[in-house]
């Protein structure tokens, strides 16, 4: 089992209503989070639908932060952006945060629902089947 000491305190002060941000590991959520490199700012998840990424306790182990991409009765799908297959699954109450804004390593904020962000998100998860190669192009960069 992990230790998730940092990410349950980040809840709770998100609960409490403060923002707070974290560094982003992994690759699961490219081109619009980059591991390692940037920051993701959490708030409280008063509203969520499809297309928002969230920080989730998903398959009863393990915290997640992935976009969702669908929503049936209280039942919740994700899928990280850099995935190229697998979803998780998990329930309302199992949505910790949403991620607002990404920070840079310099330290700029970029609004994840920006128009062009939200078209960008979109656009890519119609690309779902030709993702492997555009991802494959991307770590080239």
Same mark, same amino acid.
């Given at each position: 089992?992990?230790?998730?000491?940092?990410?349950?305190?980040?809840?709770?002060?998100v609960e409490e209503?403060?923002?707070?941000?974290?560094?982003?590991k992994?690759?699961?959520?490219?081109?619009?989070?980059?591991?390692?490199?940037e920051s993701?700012?959490?708030?409280?998840?008063? =509203?969520?639908?499809?297309?928002?990424?969230?920080?989730?306790?998903?398959?009863?182990?393990?915290?997640?932060? @992935?976009r969702?991409?669908?929503?049936?009765?209280?039942?919740?799908?994700?899928?990280?952006?850099g995935?190229?297959?697998?979803?998780? @699954?998990?329930?309302f109450k199992?949505? =910790?945060?949403k991620?607002? @804004?990404?920070?840079?390593s310099?330290? @700029?904020? +970029?609004?994840?629902?920006?128009?062009?962000?939200?078209?960008?998100?979109k656009?890519?998860?119609?690309?779902?089947?030709i993702?492997?190669?555009?991802?494959?192009i991307? +770590?080239?960069?």
């Open positions: 089992m992990k230790d998730n000491t940092i990410i349950e305190e980040a809840i709770r002060l209503g403060h923002d707070v941000t974290l560094p982003a992994g690759k699961s959520m490219l081109p619009f989070i980059v591991g390692g490199k993701i700012l959490l708030v409280k998840p008063d =509203k969520i639908s499809v297309g928002d990424v969230v920080l989730a306790w998903v398959d009863d182990y393990r915290y997640v932060v @992935h969702i991409i669908s929503i049936k009765g209280d039942s919740i799908t994700l899928m990280g952006d995935n190229l297959a697998g979803i998780e @699954h998990c329930f199992d949505v =910790k945060a991620v607002t @804004h990404v920070a840079d310099k330290g @700029h904020y +970029r609004n994840l629902y920006s128009k062009k962000r939200v078209i960008g998100a656009c890519w998860l119609w690309l779902l089947p993702r492997r190669y555009l991802l494959g991307y +770590r080239r960069l």
